[in-house]
């Protein structure tokens, strides 16, 4: 069985991805998968130079993350073009590790972390999709702490994705993250049983 684990940024999505994998899930994590492809020597990252410009590389050729960001948070048609580049490459290497560890394990849970997945349409790839869900003034606050962001800057990040309470609206299973680490253990321990896992 294989689900898609997302939610909005800094509802805790890697809290929940951790409490699946101490239970034995498998986890596959975009965002790791997203750093890969853009590595020196990947394709992703010579076609984001030659779209963007050398400033936003390091002077030993990797990315520059802080300022291929200010680039793309503040304008919707750079966010559209760097997607363009590393979405396919991205797909790629998880449709590539869901078949192998689903060959591997027929009966263990794989779970994909996909911060964007209703943003990128990856619904169909998941038997099911898990959100894990705060409300958007809780992710604001979250936000904030969390990265030392501007009040200003976190808004920019928090409307660059779908609003928290659609993706709550689209969950087959939904994940409170807003009361106690134990009441979101809870919540995961019923989704175990209920799913036979173990």
Known sequence: MNIGLTGGIATGKSTVAKLLTERGAKLIDLDKIAREVVEPGQPALHAIAERFGQAVLQPDGSLDRKKLGAVVFSDLEERKALEAITHPAIRAVMKERMARYEAEEPDRLVVVDVPLLFESKLESYFEQVMVVYVPRETQLRRLIERDALTPEEAEKRLAAQMDIEEKK??????????????????????????????
């Open 169 to 198: 609206r689209r969950a087959d299973i939904l994940i409170h993250n807003t009361g106690t680490p134990e009441d979101t253990d809870r919540q995961i321990d019923r989704f175990w049983r209920e799913k036979g896992l173990g």
